[in-house]
């Protein structure tokens, strides 16, 4: 079992920057894949972006690409989502997941979630 805590959502306003956070429980965390997925009201949760266990690979969804940077830690079992020039579209919630895929799209193939944070851009 694997918990994850994610942290630093807030508010911003549009074309401002946000960084959010996900510790993990566990020293196996090396050993998963993390993904950042995001989820708004009356919309499905859609994955924003993944990284490899070494962190060597990163997958970005197109919405985000250039704006959004993950990263992880390993010695620390934390993995970070730095996102810059925000937009109202962006506004949803953040979770962060764990998936022994190495790259995993969907939802279902992850198998540790956090309780997610809230990222809220105005305009």
């Known amino acids: 079992q694997v918990q994850l805590v994610e942290s630093g959502g807030g508010l911003v306003q549009a074309g401002g920057s946000l960084s959010v956070s996900c510790a993990a429980s566990r020293s196996t965390f090396s050993s998963y894949a993390m993904g950042w997925f995001r989820q708004a009201p009356g919309k499905a949760r859609e994955l924003v972006a993944r990284?490899?266990?070494?962190?060597?690979?990163?997958y970005y969804a197109d919405s985000v690409k250039g704006r959004f940077t993950i990263s992880r830690d390993n010695a620390k079992n934390t993995v970070y989502l730095h996102m810059n020039s925000l937009k109202p579209g962006d506004t949803a919630v953040y979770y962060c997941?764990?998936?022994?895929?190495?790259?995993?799209?969907?939802?279902?193939?992850?198998?540790?979630w956090g309780q997610g944070t809230q990222v809220t851009v105005s305009s």
């Open positions: 990284i490899s266990w070494s962190g060597g690979s990163t």
């Open positions: 997941a764990a998936s022994t895929y190495g790259s995993a799209s969907k939802a279902e193939l992850y198998d540790f």
